[in-house]
């Protein structure tokens, strides 16, 4: 499967624990997106790399979120002291060119109880 | 800031019945993403539309964009029951314009 792959898929944690998240972006993809979304609503931006540069993040990315892409391939988004707000499918999504298509990954369901 | 509005939010409609989605953007763009949403997966991309008075169509679906109304709509055609899924349009924003925008999608349900 050559898809975007996102793990893990679900991942429940305690209020005030970090998570970490990952993303495998389709290979000759440059473009890697993160998107939160929770229910009833649409994704919603938190941050973007051309490579391994970070290039945009929303406001919605606070202090508390990191994200990282080294050397231009997978990605991770960490989440410190995570909070119940948090509580959301986390999706990445990559694309060749920002003309282009973004496919999305199946996303992490994140709990934070 | 940019918003991108679609209506109906909801949609139930019977097999064989024609429907439209719309689909408004608030500030100007020369593109937009079509995507549908199966309860529990992720987006698969429908169609992606580069130009004022693009057309788009696949199976019983067809997407449209009038940029100057800032207008794109989602047509179905004697739908069946495995269109029933969330559609979402998207619209290119952020502070350099590679944030996709998403509305707040509309959830079709077609029944018998």
């Known amino acids: 499967d050559t898809g975007v792959s996102q793990n893990p898929r679900h991942k429940i944690t305690k209020r005030g624990q970090n998570v970490t998240f990952r993303c495998d972006p389709i290979s000759e993809h440059n473009r890697l997106y993160w998107y939160r979304q929770t229910l009833g609503q649409g994704p919603e931006f938190l941050t973007y790399f051309q490579n391994e540069a970070q290039l945009e993040k929303s406001r919605l990315l606070s202090?508390?979120?990191?994200?990282?892409?080294?050397?231009?391939?997978?990605?991770?988004?960490?989440?410190?002291?995570?909070?119940?707000?948090?509580?959301?499918?986390y999706l990445c999504a990559s694309s060749f060119h920002d003309r282009r298509r973004a496919f999305f990954g199946q996303g992490t369901r994140l709990t934070v109880v | 800031e940019l918003k991108v509005e679609q209506n109906p939010l909801f949609l139930s409609m019977q097999e064989?019945?024609?429907?439209?989605?719309?689909?408004?953007?608030?500030?100007?763009?020369?593109?937009?993403?079509?995507?549908?949403?199966?309860?529990?997966?992720?987006?698969?991309?429908?169609?992606v539309l580069l130009s004022n008075g693009a057309?788009?169509?696949?199976?019983?679906?067809?997407?449209?964009?009038?940029?100057?109304?800032?207008?794109?709509?989602?047509?179905?055609?004697?739908?069946?029951?495995?269109?029933?899924?969330?559609?979402?349009?998207a619209v290119p924003g952020g502070q350099a314009g590679t944030a996709l925008i998403f509305g707040k999608g509309t959830t079709l349900s077609v029944s018998s």
Request: hydrophobic content about 30%.
């Open chain 1, 63 to 89: 202090d508390r979120f990191s994200a990282e892409r080294p050397k231009g391939s997978f990605s991770t988004l960490e989440i410190q002291r995570t909070e119940q707000g948090d509580s959301a499918m």
């Open chain 2, 55 to 89: 057309v788009k169509q696949e199976g019983r679906l067809m997407a449209s964009l009038d940029t100057k109304a800032r207008l794109s709509t989602l047509h179905i055609t004697a739908a069946v029951h495995d269109l029933s899924a969330t559609y979402f349009c």
């Open chain 2, 16 to 47: 064989g019945k024609n429907y439209t989605i719309y689909c408004n953007y608030s500030t100007t763009s020369d593109r937009l993403y079509w995507y549908r949403q199966d309860p529990g997966k992720s987006l698969e991309s429908l169609f």
